[in-house]
């Protein structure tokens, strides 16, 4: 019997430009400061997941990453904004998240653009539902329960994407880490 391949856990997200995440950061420590049993994400870690691929053999991240590079030669960077923070799931939620404008509906083409190349790879099976541009910016800390609050919405000034990156995320005890494992500029 052969050994199980190594596995790792990916995921292809949206970089937003360092400004926007320090914005969104301060906003995210003042909004929630009331908030007891949240975990905040670092800023680093912000970003806006296109695909979630779940464990993969190590083996198929250069095709994976091929196959998200050539899909993105051609593309802009969209412009987009902070909308309004949204507890998700609503009955119990789990994170908090900002929602994104995305007025050109650039970073949606994007999505589907990668959806598609991934899904056509066999790498990933694309959600049933609508795809939510979003930024989690706090988790809700084991098993902990939170009564959601209202929250008033950051800034809205507009920003630009930054790049497209495969990840892997790394399941620490106090929450993932984020490994780039390719980047493509846009």
């Known amino acids: 019997m052969s050994p199980r391949p190594e596995r790792a856990r990916l995921f292809v997200a949206l970089d937003l430009p360092r400004s926007a995440r320090e914005a969104l950061a301060d906003w995210r420590t003042a909004a929630l400061r009331a908030v007891d049993g949240l975990r905040v994400l670092p800023p680093d870690a912000l970003h806006v997941t296109l695909c979630f691929l779940g464990w993969r053999p190590v083996n198929e991240i ?48 994007i999505q ?58 790394r399941l620490e005890r106090a929450g993932a880490r984020y490994e780039a494992l390719r980047t493509i500029g846009l």
């Open 112 to 169: 589907a653009t990668v959806s598609a190349a991934l899904s056509e790879g066999g790498w990933y099976a694309p959600e049933a539902r609508p795809f939510l541009p979003h930024v989690t910016v706090a988790r809700v800390a084991g098993s902990a329960r939170v009564r959601p609050a209202q929250l008033e919405p950051p800034d809205a000034a507009g920003f630009q994407g930054a790049a497209v990156t495969l990840y892997r995320s």
């Open 62 to 109: 250069d095709a994976i990453g091929g196959a998200c590079a050539g899909t993105l030669t051609e593309v802009t960077a969209p412009t987009l904004a902070f909308k309004e923070p949204v507890w998700l799931p609503a009955r119990r939620p789990r994170v908090v998240t900002v929602r994104l404008a995305d007025p050109s509906g650039g970073l949606e083409r």
